[in-house]
DNA sequence: TTAAATGCAAACGCTTTGCAATTGA
DNA sequence: TCAATTGCAAAGCGTTTGCATTTAA
């Protein structure tokens, strides 16, 4: 379901600025932050505020329909849930960012499933470390 | 090698601040946060600083003498990292923090550096999700 | 003796909030 | 109509920084 629709279906209102967030979202290539979700929104809608982004955000990952990633870059990424979960190995010497399929992670989800009773919410892992061209010259 | 030596071997030094965070760390049940190595710093010692503090959390990351875990609370949390490398399982309900052992995490890490070529840097990692009271009720 | 380390205060960067004005349904 | 939403400005919070002063070695 669009998130147009899941806002509208929850009751909330589909103002213009949040459809210039949720378009940003979408097109967006990869994850990203509210800063540049705000720039967007900001060239197309110049009497916007960066608060409106960070609301809105907090009100689509309540309902599920953005997952958020800690790059360690000192703020937040976004992601529209809808585009599939994939996790990332993010090389801290050349800063490159790997996708990582869902399935590489399923065997760990489900150990600490049997093992610890524990229900992991892996949507969005980012595991640092060194990428191999990086590490081999370190 | 204690955190004191090690630091002097590297031509650092040793200042009564200093020493009094390495304590409020290795006292530390668990991870610790700045402002609570702070807290214990100031009590003993009332003209220090925060930043002394920082700064000195910052040299102990350099020379890998603590290791840093992002709980997603707002704040980062330290542990002195002779301590042992081990996990964590956040549970998003109830606060709980249950340890995990680093083997856990050994056949993901092998399967990164396999098939990734990803030397992943798994000190210190907090997984989030429920554990089983919490979800049981949910 | 002197480079390293500290205290202080101010700045920083991301994020949140109170409130009056606006607006979608 | 009127509660939901917004813009604005200011605050909040953890963290960092510039600089004069102090201090460990």
Do not use: W
């Given at each position: 379901?669009?998130c147009?629709?899941?806002?509208?279906e929850k009751?909330?209102?589909?103002t213009p600025?949040r459809?210039l967030?949720?378009e940003?979202?979408?097109?967006?290539?990869?994850?990203?932050s509210?800063e540049?979700i705000y720039?967007q929104?900001?060239?197309?809608?110049?009497y916007s505020?960066?608060?409106t982004?960070?609301?809105?955000l907090?009100?689509?990952?309540k309902?599920?329909l953005?997952?958020?990633?800690?790059?360690?870059e000192?703020?937040?990424?976004?992601h529209?849930?809808?585009?599939?979960r994939?996790?990332?190995?993010v090389?801290?010497?050349c800063?490159?960012?790997?996708?990582?399929?869902?399935s590489i992670?399923?065997?760990l989800?489900?150990?600490l499933l049997?093992?610890?009773?524990?229900?992991?919410?892996l949507?969005?892992l980012?595991?640092?470390?060194?990428?191999?061209?990086?590490y081999?010259?370190?």
């Amino acid at each position: 379901m669009s998130c147009d629709r899941a806002l509208r279906e929850k009751g909330y209102r589909l103002t213009p600025q949040r459809m210039l967030v949720i378009e940003a979202l979408h097109n967006a290539n990869g994850h990203i932050s509210a800063e540049e979700i705000y720039e967007q929104l900001h060239a197309r809608y110049s009497y916007s505020n960066i608060s409106t982004v960070y609301r809105t955000l907090e009100l689509m990952k309540k309902l599920n329909l953005v997952t958020e990633t800690d790059f360690s870059e000192g703020r937040v990424r976004y992601h529209v849930a809808e585009k599939g979960r994939h996790h990332h190995l993010v090389c801290r010497t050349c800063g490159r960012i790997i996708d990582l399929d869902e399935s590489i992670i399923n065997p760990l989800k489900d150990t600490l499933l049997q093992d610890y009773d524990f229900e992991a919410d892996l949507r969005h892992l980012a595991i640092s470390g060194e990428c191999h061209d990086c590490y081999k010259e370190g």
